[in-house]
């Protein structure tokens, strides 16, 4: 498989109804788990759209969980510290919303490191909002 076909694909996806592209994106992770060095951005982008299918279907673990296999620690690619900010806060949001306060945590702990880093207004106040349930 070529990223340039997968890129085609992943344009089409969001077409296609709900469970059916579920499946398609794990069946597709799971193929390029081998050789992922080489789909880091489709894989990405394929994990997203897996978590906004899992946030439209409430459910805020599998969205965590979708989200938090994107690859970000490979070194393969540059990675801008305002995406790797907004994915962790999303993280910790959808654990929040699930009220798992731990996993939540661990996540804010990791944004926190790249939020002196960011240009992103917003992603800097949603940062602080879920900040604001660790503090008490």
């Known amino acids: 498989m070529s990223r340039s076909v997968l890129q085609d694909f992943i344009v089409v996806l ?3 109804a709900p469970d059916f592209a579920k499946q398609i994106i794990q069946w597709t992770l799971e193929r390029i788990q ?5 789909f880091e951005d489709q894989s990405s982008q394929l ?3 897996l978590a906004e ?4 279907e409430e459910e805020w673990s599998e969205a965590a ?3 938090s296999g994107i690859p970000f620690e490979s070194g393969h690619r540059a990675i801008q510290p305002d995406y790797k900010l907004n994915i962790f806060v999303k993280i910790a949001q959808l654990y929040l919303e ?3 306060h731990i996993s939540a945590e661990a996540f804010i702990n990791r944004a926190s490191v790249h939020i002196h ?6 992603v800097q106040l949603k940062f602080k909002v879920a900040l604001l349930f660790f503090i008490e």
């Open 98 to 100: 699930d009220e798992d």
């Open 65 to 67: 969980k979708a989200l």
């Open 34 to 38: 081998p050789r992922i060095v080489s």
């Open 53 to 56: 299918i899992y946030e439209r």
């Open 14 to 16: 969001p077409g296609f």
């Open 117 to 122: 880093d960011s240009k992103d207004a917003t």
């Open 47 to 49: 994990r997203e759209l």
